[in-house]
């Protein structure tokens, strides 16, 4: 019975190996050890500790900030539970109300404007014509032996075969696959 409840929704889509390879598979932590042992993979840890889940499938992007904004130290100003002063997804609603967000996700635009007003410095690389892949290579690596600076990426979904289109992350290690 459970089962045909279950009909037409999913459970896990798995991502296609190459290009993607998981985090958890040998080939992963194979990657993870090497990046570590090479010193890239100092902006791991800070994030790894401020790990969310997002709340809704539409809240990637405010996940994903609330997790640089908490691993960069920044005071949110106002409470979060309890006696906690802490970022969270329904902390950042200065710029889009989280209705819409909900409702539309999140744009490059808007992940800017709710990093500034909740006192990040924010240094913007849009992957475009504009920057080529050698510029990037070079600000991954450039961010990723440290813990001071982070990276959100947005990339889309459906090239990887997955459901949706749009998806926001944070950047932990600079030895990811990166194509045109």
Not at 80 to 105: I, M, P, Q, T, Y
Not at 135 to 141: G, T, V
Request: positive net charge; proline residues 5%.
């Amino acid at each position: 019975m459970l089962r045909a409840s279950m009909s037409g929704l999913i459970f896990r889509r798995p991502l296609p190996d190459p290009p993607c390879t998981a985090f958890s598979s040998p080939k992963g932590r194979l990657i993870f050890r090497e990046a570590l042992e090479q010193g890239n993979m100092e902006i791991y840890f800070p994030l790894a500790e401020q790990f969310i889940t997002q709340a809704d499938p539409a809240f990637c992007g405010l996940a994903s900030l609330s997790m640089v904004l908490n691993a960069l130290s920044i005071d949110p100003g106002r409470q979060w539970k309890g006696v906690w002063r802490w970022f969270s997804e329904n902390h950042l609603d200065c710029c889009v109300s989280l209705d819409e967000v909900k409702a539309k996700g999140t744009n490059w635009s808007q992940i800017l404007c709710l990093a500034k007003c909740n006192g990040a410095s924010v240094v913007e690389h849009r992957a475009d014509a504009s920057l080529t892949l050698n510029q990037l290579r070079e600000s991954l690596r450039s961010i990723s032996g440290q813990q001071s600076q982070f990276m959100l990426a947005a990339y889309s979904r459906k090239i990887l075969g997955q459901t949706g289109d749009g998806h926001w992350t944070p950047i932990g290690k600079r030895e990811f696959c990166i194509s045109k």
